[in-house]
Every structure is written in structure tokens, then in C-alpha cells.
């Protein structure tokens, strides 16, 4: 009898006895075991992924005419009378801190918060630790590198707000403001907004998004503080929308088990020891207590965790500064309040992808190389305002502005000459298109401009999820000529992984052409993000941000003036409109994915699976990391499943050699009939 045979015998629990007691005769007359112990065994393929070269254009649309035959301007009046101001009562959710628990700690800009180990509590979701935020630097600085100290902020423009009459009289030849920029005294409020760090306690759930199912916005909190439990996931609260409701911010950033594990047992801060160990990875032994407290704020440290420290850069050699320094792949969604899919798609997407980075070492190594951040709900009122009124038409916030037209950016508001002015843009409160009473008004948009302003500077890319048309859209008419290239490549990657398997009727790619942006309705979150890498400045006298103090208008694009740093020159922000949606005549909705109907939560779930949405997170990651990168790590993962696979091999013949051999011994004392025909004797010796 043969190994194989003998793991049958093992597998099927001896359940024919008469069949076995046969087996094991032939066995010790004719088997010498010591030769056959030899098997070949084949590692597990790791996880693929790849391009596809194809070019999809829109399917044509469908003239159902379904809904309501009123025209635009009935329908917003209609609108405008159903959802008054304030009419949609908010139930407050759980408190989330007591005002004097708050400790403030300081973070250089570009860094990540230092997470203090959790407070230990009976409660199942405590009461988050508060923790400030970096103070993000209105100026164009280089990009981020680890630095033992902070980097300084210049202030801003100290120039008073002039009138819009004033400006546009001083900007005559070049065109116009048509709404007020953001106050001074405005912008630096928000970008002094401490954040609050969800510490939520109690064992991990195992919950998932079922896109089908309507979900109220206290449910989703609960799904974003459960993600919080699992290691190297992150939750704060980075504001308050108009109705009190928090605004979160998620992030998933996993560090290299051996490393963390050997640092926390020094009991000092992570990122500041990781900082220290990187800078001096060869010369630690040679360095003092003394000088690891002054210049990097390591108070736990003594001379005789020099040595230990020493070792430890030994160690992570081979990660180098990668680690302190990872790219951020930012996530935004639910800006608009009637597009549902993208809030939900964020919180699916790091759910499903950090359980499932629980037992997949390849994704496991991903998470470790990237920085995943996203603010997936960026507007919870206006989510609850559609939801309540099953209102697809209902884009803004509780202020009835339109968050997508209120940020500051370098275009915002801005009417270039001899270019006619939008006329979708609002000039009072409305469900969609107006950009509010001044720019940067709203406190979700302070919110998100001061997100973007801490990791725009060392990010790879940002995806700004909406719901409209099934496209891309990417490419800035006014962006520098490098950065453009950046971004179009990235696109085209992006819209071929997300057709991969879908004949037609796939993604697409709209450009923003000129006259986009300047004619009155920039200053959308992607406009607002790519300024920042680009290096332009807040002026206070525009109250936009600005090149050299300059707005826009006198430039027409950033390659007619060099005279700036970019911070992130490569910087790749993309609008991804999810699902097919097409408009009728008379503004009539013919296919409608908007909204949190039965039918739009089948298009949701639809969309998603056709689309390889599931996918979308760890492409990201792949694309951002780049092919040399994923190839290193696929060997990696191969040579530890071979390991793997190797040790498992040696424990199972162990395993059967143990068998054997006490099978033999059994053999001497008993009869083999007697132990063949009696079950708890056969089952004493398997046991063994």
C-alpha cells in the first residue's frame, strides 16, 4: 500500500472496516513504507489582473417615457415648494465625545495621525478620542518627504476681501466673478477644524453591504465603526454638515506585521519611531536618547533601546521609507444628496476588501504598500432630504446649495471674457446648481477642502464617485500640459478594467473641452483637488485659490504662468459617473439610477457586478504601485504559499509517519482480526 492509499484509509475515518483490515494486510506484507514518501506538490496561483485594450462608446438611449411630462421649470418649481429649508427632521445620533476629553496633538502636514492604543470599555461603540488634524498649508510646498520636524505653514494673503464690484472692475479685460470668494477669516476656520478619532470597541461583526437593501444614514455609521475595529483601519470625524450630522473620513492603511509588532513592544509611537529608524537606518547604535527625544519627540526612548532600534532598521531595509511615505488613493461619495451608488459603493468596497485581506496574502501586501482614504457620504443631508422625499432630483445640501459649485478652486465662479455664462447656474437656493452665497460657504465643502488639502500632497489619485451617464470625466481645460497627460493615461486604465467582460454599453471618456469651467461653474471637488497639486495659493482678496496671487482669469490655463511650484505635479483626479442614465425631452427621466428606489437599488447592484466595481479598489492600487511593483509582490506571495505549502507537506507525512509507525506497534500487542472487528479498539490506535 502507497502513501495515497493510506490518506484515503486516514480521510475516510476507517469506515469500511473489512475493506481496510484488507489494505492493512497488503500493506505490511508488501509496502516498505520509508521509500514512498516522497510527493510532488503544486503552489496556488496568486491573484491577476490586467488590462484590456478596447474603446466602448455609449449605448444608445432608450425613449421610455416613464415619469412625470412636466417641464424643467415646472418640475423646480414643484421642487422648490416640496422640500422647504429644515423640514426633515434629524434624530441625532449617539454622542460621539465629551468636549473636555479632547487632546490635541500636532502633525507636520502630509503625515498621517498617530492612532493611540484604544481605551478599554464595556460599551460596544465608545465615545471617540478626539485628535487634531495637521493644519494643512494654504502655500505650494515640495512634495512631502519624512522630515524629524514640522514643516512651517506661510499664511496666507492678508489682502481684506475686496467687492465683487471692485474685482470685476479691476478684471474687465479678462472676464468676471459671478459670486463672491471665500472669506479669509472663512478659510481659516476650516482648515483649523480638529478632527475626532472613532475609537469604537467590542468584537468585530461580520456585516456586509446587500445593495438591494436601503440603508438609513445611523446604519451606515455602524457599518463605518465596525470597519474601524478590523487592524490598520481608521475612522474620524473631519466636520458637521448643516444639520449636525457627522461627516467621515475612512482610511485603511496596514502596516508590515514584523516591524509594527517590535516597535509597539518598545512602547513608543509607530509613525515617529518609523520617521526616526528611516532617517538613520545605518547610524542608530551611534545615537543617543537624548537627540531621538529633541529632534524627533520619542519620549519613551532610552540609551538602552538604542540597540534594539538598531536592529530594527536592519529589518526594514527592504521598505525603505515607502512605508512613512505611502501614495494615498482618495475615494470621495455622495456629494450630490440623490446619487446613492457611490456612498454605498465606498463602504462595500472597504468592507468587503479588508475581511477579505484577512486570509489573502496578496491583498494583504497591497494594503501594506498604498494609503486607501475616502470621505464616503459627503453630504448626509441631502441623502436623507432625497431619501425622505424619494426625490431624485434633489442634489444640494440643507442650504439647498449645491456642494459640487462651492469650492474655492482656481476656476471657482469665474466667468472667462466673451465666454457666455452657464445657464444652469442658480442664482438663489435651488435643489441643484447653485453655488451658494459666497464660495467655500458650506460646512461639508470646509470639510472635504480640508481632507484634500492634508493628502492631495502625496497622493496618486483621487476618484470623486457621481451617478450620471456611465463615463469618465478627466482632463481640466486650464491643468498644466504634464499633469493632463497623467490623468488622461489614467483614465483610459480605469475605463478599460471597468469593461473588462461587458460587450458594449460600457464606460466612456468626456472630456471637460473649453469652454468648461469658465463659463460660471467650476468649483467642483476635483477642480479644488487638482489646485492644490498644482501649487496655487489662497488669496484672500479673491478669496479662490490663485497662481502668484493671480486668479485664473488673467492666465486662461497654468501653462501661461510658471511662476509656481507644484506640489504633486502628476496628480490624477477622475469624475466617475456610475450607471447608465439618460434624459428625455422636457428634463423627463427616461432610465433612472438616482434616488434610493427599488429600481435604482436593482441598477446599484446591477451596475456594480457588470462593471467589476468589486475589483476597483485593489486595480487602483495596482495601476498606482505599477507593473514592476505588482510583479515583486506576486513572487513574494508565491514564495510564501510555497513555504506555506511545504510545511503543510511536512506536517501531513509527519502525520502519517506517526500512523504508521503506531499501527506497527499494535500490531505486536493485539491480533490484527480482533482490532479490525472491534471499533473503539481501531479508533484508539487512529488516534494516536
Known amino acids: 500500500m502507497n502513501l495515497k492509499n493510506l490518506k484515503l484509509i486516514k480521510s475516510n475515518q476507517f469506515r469500511n472496516l473489512k475493506v481496510i483490515g ?3 494486510i497488503i500493506m505490511f506484507s508488501s509496502v516498505n513504507c520509508s521509500n514512498e514518501m516522497k510527493e510532488n506538490y503544486s503552489s496556488s496561483s496568486t491573484f491577476e489582473t490586467g488590462d484590456e485594450n478596447k474603446s466602448n462608446e455609449p449605448e444608445s438611449s432608450k425613449e421610455k417615457n416613464e415619469s412625470s411630462k412636466d417641464s424643467k421649470e415646472e418640475l423646480d418649481e414643484k421642487i422648490g415648494v416640496k422640500i422647504p429649508i429644515g423640514t426633515i427632521p434629524y434624530k441625532p445620533a449617539e454622542k460621539e465625545t ?4 479632547k487632546t ?14 484604544e481605551k478599554e470599555t464595556n460599551e460596544e461603540l465608545e465615545k471617540p ?8 498649508t494654504p502655500t505650494p510646498t515640495p512634495t512631502p518627504t519624512p522630515s524629524p520636524k514640522p514643516a512651517t505653514s506661510p499664511a496666507p494673503s492678508t489682502d481684506s476681501n475686496w467687492g465683487l464690484n471692485d474685482i470685476n472692475n479691476e478684471l474687465s479685460a479678462y472676464g468676471r466673478f459671478i459670486i463672491p470668494g471665500m472669506p479669509k477669516e472663512t478659510y481659516e476656520k476650516a482648515m483649523a477644524v480638529e478632527w475626532i478619532k472613532v475609537t469604537p470597541q467590542g468584537e468585530i461583526q461580520d456585516l456586509s453591504i446587500d445593495l438591494l437593501k436601503s440603508y ?6 455602524l457599518f463605518m465603526k465596525n470597519l474601524a475595529k478590523y487592524e490598520g483601519v481608521d475612522l474620524h470625524i473631519i466636520g458637521k454638515s448643516v444639520q449636525g450630522r457627522n461627516i467621515y473620513s475612512l482610511s485603511i492603511d496596514l502596516k508590515p506585521k514584523t516591524v509594527e509588532e517590535k516597535i509597539n513592544n518598545l512602547n513608543v509611537p509607530y509613525e515617529e519611531t518609523l520617521k526616526f529608524i528611516i532617517n538613520n537606518a545605518l547610524e542608530t547604535n551611534k545615537i543617543k536618547a537624548s537627540y531621538i527625544k529633541e529632534n524627533y519627540g520619542i519620549d519613551n526612548i532610552n540609551d538602552a533601546n538604542i540597540v534594539q532600534l538598531y536592529f530594527i532598521a536592519k529589518d526594514i531595509e527592504i521598505i525603505n521609507d515607502s512605508q512613512l511615505n505611502k501614495q494615498n488613493l482618495l475615494y470621495l461619495g455622495q456629494t450630490h444628496g440623490n446619487e446613492f451608488a457611490g456612498g454605498l459603493y465606498i ?3 472597504f468592507n468587503d476588501l479588508i475581511k477579505e485581506a484577512q486570509t489573502n496574502d496578496y491583498f494583504r501586501k497591497i494594503l501594506e504598500e498604498v494609503r486607501l482614504e475616502a470621505i464616503p457620504i459627503g453630504n448626509p443631508d441631502g441623502r436623507i432630504i432625497s431619501q425622505g422625499t424619494n426625490n431624485p432630483f434633489y442634489k444640494a445640501n440643507a442650504n439647498r446649495v449645491d456642494l459640487n459649485r462651492n469650492f474655492p478652486s482656481i476656476n471657482a465662479g469665474q466667468l472667462f471674457k466673451d465666454v457666455r455664462q452657464s ?4 442664482t438663489v437656493p435651488h435643489h441643484e446648481n447653485y453655488p451658494g452665497p459666497h464660495l467655500g460657504s458650506e460646512p461639508e465643502t470646509q470639510a472635504v477642502m480640508k481632507w484634500l488639502h492634508i493628502y492631495v500632497p502625496n497622493a496618486y489619485s483621487l476618484l470623486d464617485l457621481h451617478q450620471q451617464g456611465r463615463l469618465l470625466y478627466y482632463g481640466k481645460p486650464w491643468d498644466c500640459k504634464t499633469g493632463d497627460q497623467s490623468i488622461s493615461h489614467f483614465g483610459q486604465q480605469i475605463i478599460n478594467f471597468l469593461n473588462i467582460g461587458v460587450p458594449s454599453g460600457g464606460y466612456f471618456h468626456s472630456f471637460e473641452h473649453f469652454p468648461y469651467g469658465y463659463h460660471g461653474e467650476g468649483g467642483t471637488a476635483t477642480d479644488y483637488a487638482i489646485s492644490i497639486a498644482r501649487g496655487v495659493i489662497y488669496n484672500s482678496k479673491y478669496g479662490v485659490l490663485t497662481i502668484n496671487n493671480e486668479p485664473l482669469l488673467k492666465y486662461n490655463n497654468l501653462n501661461n504662468n510658471k511662476n509656481y511650484t ?4 502628476r496628480f490624477r483626479a477622475l469624475t466617475l459617473e456610475i450607471s447608465r442614465h439618460v434624459w428625455g425631452k422636457n428634463y423627463q427621466i427616461i432610465e433612472n439610477a438616482l434616488g434610493d428606489t427599488e429600481t435604482s437599488r436593482r441598477m446599484m447592484n446591477e451596475e456594480y457586478n457588470r462593471h467589476n466595481y468589486n475589483g476597483l479598489l485593489i486595480r487602483n492600487a495596482e495601476i498606482a504601485l505599477g507593473e514592476q511593483k505588482i510583479n515583486i509582490i506576486k513572487k513574494q506571495v508565491e514564495a510564501v504559499n510555497d513555504i506555506k505549502n511545504i510545511q503543510n507537506k511536512e506536517r501531513e507525512d509527519n502525520i502519517t509517519i506517526s500512523l504508521l509507525k503506531a499501527l506497527r506497534e499494535e500490531l505486536k500487542t493485539y491480533d490484527l482480526i480482533n482490532i479490525l472487528n472491534d471499533e473503539k479498539k481501531l479508533n484508539k490506535v487512529l488516534t494516536r
Open 22 to 24: 484488507l489494505a492493512t
Open 566 to 569: 507644484p506640489i504633486n505635479n
Open 98 to 101: 465629551a468636549e473636555d476629553d
Open 129 to 136: 478620542v478626539p485628535e487634531t488634524t495637521p493644519t494643512p
Open 216 to 221: 438609513s444614514y445611523e446604519e451606515l455609521e
Open 423 to 426: 445657464p444652469s447656474i442658480r
Open 104 to 117: 490635541i496633538i500636532k502633525i507636520p502636514i502630509g503625515t498621517i495621525p498617530y492612532k493611540p492604543a
Open 347 to 349: 463602504i462595500k468596497q
